[in-house]
């Protein structure tokens, strides 16, 4: 998974666009949080989320921004971040109207530990 996740990042940073390589990013952040990677995985988490929350993303992209961001947080110990990402993450979760947009975020939101 992490092998994975690093080449398709290698990948968007050789053909991609800064969306691209954002979106490498996020999972990049996403399973160094998953394996318990929580330095790192915040400091990708932070990166992308600084583009994210700048262009004005999608509903959808921009609740995973901050499940992500959370889930980062928690894999570092970074309590009060955590809990900020966590409730933002709820509130952009609420906010997706288009119900498979919202079933699939939801599937990332529930790896996230509650503050």
């Given at each position: 998974?992490?092998?994975?996740?690093?080449?398709?990042?290698?990948?968007?940073?050789?053909?991609?666009?800064?969306?691209?390589?954002?979106?490498?990013?996020?999972?990049?952040?996403?399973?160094?949080?998953?394996?318990?990677?929580?330095?790192?995985?915040?400091?990708?988490?932070a990166e992308m989320r600084e583009y994210f929350l700048r262009?004005?993303?999608?509903?959808?992209?921009?609740?995973?921004?901050?499940?992500?961001?959370?889930?980062?947080?928690?894999?570092?110990?970074?309590?009060?971040?955590?809990?900020?990402?966590?409730?933002?993450?709820?509130?952009?979760?609420?906010?997706?109207?288009?119900?498979?947009?919202?079933?699939?975020?939801?599937?990332?939101?529930?790896?996230?530990?509650?503050p």
């Open positions: 998974m992490l092998n994975a996740a690093h080449a398709s990042a290698w990948h968007w940073s050789q053909v991609g666009s800064e969306l691209n390589r954002m979106r490498a990013t996020m999972l990049l952040a996403e399973v160094h949080a998953l394996l318990g990677f929580g330095q790192s995985a915040l400091a990708y988490a262009i004005g993303a999608p509903e959808w992209e921009t609740a995973f921004v901050h499940v992500i961001h959370a889930h980062s947080a928690a894999a570092a110990g970074a309590r009060e971040q955590h809990i900020s990402s966590y409730e933002q993450a709820t509130a952009a979760l609420a906010a997706i109207q288009d119900e498979e947009e919202h079933s699939i975020v939801a599937k990332t939101f529930d790896h996230v530990p509650a």
